[in-house]
C-alpha cells in the first residue's frame, strides 16, 4: 500500500503492457513494487503456479512462464509488449534469456529491457559477465528495441548469509569494488518500462555509485549501525566455498564467476569493477544512494545478517516520547492529517517504504497526501518494541489497497521525540 511522489516527469506509454520476470526475487519485486505505485500495465510472470494467485492480489495480475520451458512462452507473451528480462544466478541465464527473445520476437514484443552485469569494459572475461554480453548481443541482433542494465555490486548482497558473519565483512578483493542499491536499478528500470523503446531503445544505462575498498566499507557500516564492523581480506578463491553455503542463490558455475571476478579485480584486469559510473540522475533526476545512505535505511537488517542485532531494549533507558510519536503518527494517519503526520519526523528525515525513498518532511508530506488520495484506510496498531534508538511498530492496516489487509513493520530510529527513519516493511512471518 503505497504510492508516490516523483522528482521526473514520467512519459508513460498507455498502450504498453509489460511483463516482469523474476517478481519472486530481489530486483523484480522491486521493479514490480515501482510499476505498481506508478499504476502501470503489467503482469508478473512466475513458474510457481502456487504463487500466481498471491502474485496477482500483490500486483494486480500474473502469468504463468517457466524460462526452463519454451512451451509456456507464447502463451505468456500474448499482447504483451515489453519485457523485463531478469534471470537467476545460473548458467542456464544463456539458453533461458536466448529462447525468450526468440518467443518475443514471434509475438510481436517491441521492447526488452535486459538486467545485465557491470561490462564496463568491453573486455570481460569473467565467466557471468561474458554471459551478460553474449545475451546483450543476442538481444541487439533480434530487432527487437532493447535497453541493457549494467549494475555493479548489489549493496543488498552485504545481506546474505555469509557476508558479515560477526561483524566482519569477508571481502574477496583488496581493491576498491562499485556499488549500487538496488532500490535505484529498480525504480530506473519500472521508468524505462514505462517510457518504452521510443525514449531508450538502443541504450546501456550503467549502476555503480559508491566505490570503496573492503575498509572503506567495514568503516562506512560501523558508522550507519552505530556498531563495529571489521574487514577481512580473503583469497579471491574462498568465494567459491562461501557463496555455496546452504541458502545461497548461487550455483557452482556462477559461483566460479565470482572467484573469477574477483581474482580479476586484484590483479587489475577488471579494475574498473572499481569505478563510479551511474545514471541514476539521468533517469531519476535524483542522485543515486550512496553505501551510507543505504545501510542507514537497512541497518537492522544489516545487524540481524551479522549476527549483531540491536541490544534489547532493557540495556538502555527507554526514550520518552518515542510511544506517544508513534501514537500521534497512527492518529495522523487514521485522521487523514497529512501535516500532523510530517510533524512527527524530525527535520532531516528519510522514509523508506518497502523499495521506495522519500527524503525530508516535504517529500513525506507528499506521500502520505497522496496515499490519502488513492486509499482509505486504518492502522491499528498490534505491538512496540522499543530499541536502543528507537522502536518497531507493528500495525495491521486494512483497506481499499490491493489485498485489504497488511500487517507492516514501522521500524523507526528517532532524535529525541522525532522520527529521523522510518522503515516500512511487511512484518516478517513467524518461522
Ligand atoms: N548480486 C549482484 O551483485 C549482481 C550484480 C549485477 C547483476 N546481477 C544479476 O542479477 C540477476 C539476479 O537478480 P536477483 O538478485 O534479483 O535474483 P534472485 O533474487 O535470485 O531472483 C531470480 C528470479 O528469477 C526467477 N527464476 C529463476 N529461474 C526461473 C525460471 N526457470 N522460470 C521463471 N523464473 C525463474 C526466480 O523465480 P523463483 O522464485 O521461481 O525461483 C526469481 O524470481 C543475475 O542475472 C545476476 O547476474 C547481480
Redesign the pocket.
Known amino acids: 500500500m503505497k504510492s508516490t511522489s516523483k522528482t521526473k516527469e514520467i512519459q508513460t506509454n498507455s498502450s504498453s503492457n509489460l511483463l516482469v520476470?523474476?517478481?519472486?526475487?530481489?530486483?523484480?519485486?522491486l521493479v514490480a513494487n515501482n510499476l505498481r505505485r506508478s499504476e502501470a500495465n503489467f503482469s508478473v510472470?512466475?513458474?510457481?503456479k502456487a504463487?500466481l494467485e498471491e502474485l496477482t492480489d500483490r500486483f494486480g495480475a500474473s502469468r504463468f512462464?517457466?524460462?526452463?520451458?519454451p512451451r509456456t512462452f507464447d502463451h505468456a507473451l500474448k499482447g504483451i509488449t515489453g519485457i523485463f528480462l531478469?534471470?537467476?544466478?545460473?548458467v542456464?541465464?544463456l539458453v533461458?534469456s536466448k529462447s525468450l527473445i526468440d518467443a518475443a520476437k514471434r509475438n510481436g514484443v517491441d521492447h526488452i529491457v535486459h538486467?545485465?552485469?557491470?561490462t564496463r569494459d568491453h573486455d570481460a572475461y569473467a565467466t557471468?559477465f561474458a554471459?551478460?554480453q553474449m545475451i546483450e548481443t543476442y538481444l541487439r541482433d533480434s530487432g527487437i528495441a532493447w535497453t541493457n542494465l549494467?549494475?555493479?555490486?548489489?549493496m543488498?548482497?552485504f545481506l546474505s548469509v555469509w557476508s558479515l558473519k560477526g561483524g566482519e565483512y569477508s571481502a574477496y578483493t583488496s581493491k576498491a569494488i562499485g556499488f549500487?542499491a538496488?532500490e535505484d536499478v529498480a525504480e530506473a528500470a519500472a521508468v524505462i518500462l514505462m517510457e518504452g523503446p521510443e525514449k531508450h531503445n538502443g541504450k546501456d544505462y550503467w549502476f555503480s555509485a559508491d566505490a570503496l575498498t573492503p575498509h572503506q566499507v567495514a568503516e562506512t557500516l560501523t558508522a550507519a549501525t552505530g556498531r563495529k564492523f571489521r574487514a577481512a581480506v580473503r583469497k579471491a578463491e574462498g568465494f567459491q566455498n562461501d557463496a555455496a553455503q546452504p541458502g545461497s542463490?548461487f550455483e557452482p558455475a556462477?559461483a566460479k564467476g565470482g572467484f573469477e571476478l574477483f581474482r580479476q579485480v586484484e590483479d587489475g584486469r577488471m579494475a574498473y569493477i572499481g569505478s563510479v559510473r551511474d545514471d541514476t540522475k539521468k533517469l531519476l533526476g535524483r542522485e543515486p544512494l550512496l553505501l551510507n545512505g543505504w545501510a542507514k535505511l537497512h541497518a537492522n537488517e544489516l545487524l540481524e545478517a551479522a549476527g549483531m542485532a540491536a541490544p534489547p531494549a532493557t540495556e538502555v533507558a527507554p526514550k520518552d516520547g518515542i510511544p506517544s510519536t508513534l501514537a500521534s503518527f497512527v492518529k495522523a494517519n487514521n485522521d487523514r492529517d497529512a501535516d500532523s503526520v510530517t510533524a512527527c519526523f524530525s527535520k532531516d528525515p528519510v522514509v523508506y517504504d518497502d523499495g521506495q525513498i522519500m527524503r525530508g518532511a516535504e517529500e513525506i508530506r507528499q506521500w502520505i497526501a497522496e496515499l490519502f488520495r488513492k486509499f482509505q484506510y486504518v492502522v491499528a496498531p498490534t505491538n512496540v518494541r522499543e530499541l536502543t534508538n528507537g522502536a518497531i511498530l507493528t500495525a495491521t492496516i486494512t483497506g481499499n489497497f490491493p489485498g485489504a489487509r497488511v500487517s507492516l513493520d514501522y521500524n523507526c530510529r528517532t532524535l529525541g521525540d522525532k522520527i529521523e527513519v522510518m522503515v516500512i516493511q511487511p512484518t516478517p512471518v513467524a518461522k
Do not use: C, E
Open positions: 520476470l523474476g517478481a519472486t526475487g530481489q530486483v523484480g519485486k510472470g512466475t513458474r510457481r504463487n512462464i517457466d524460462l526452463d520451458d531478469i534471470t537467476g544466478y545460473t542456464d541465464m533461458q538486467l545485465g552485469a557491470f557471468v554471459w551478460h549494467h549494475p555493479n555490486m548489489f543488498q548482497s549500487t538496488l542463490a556462477y
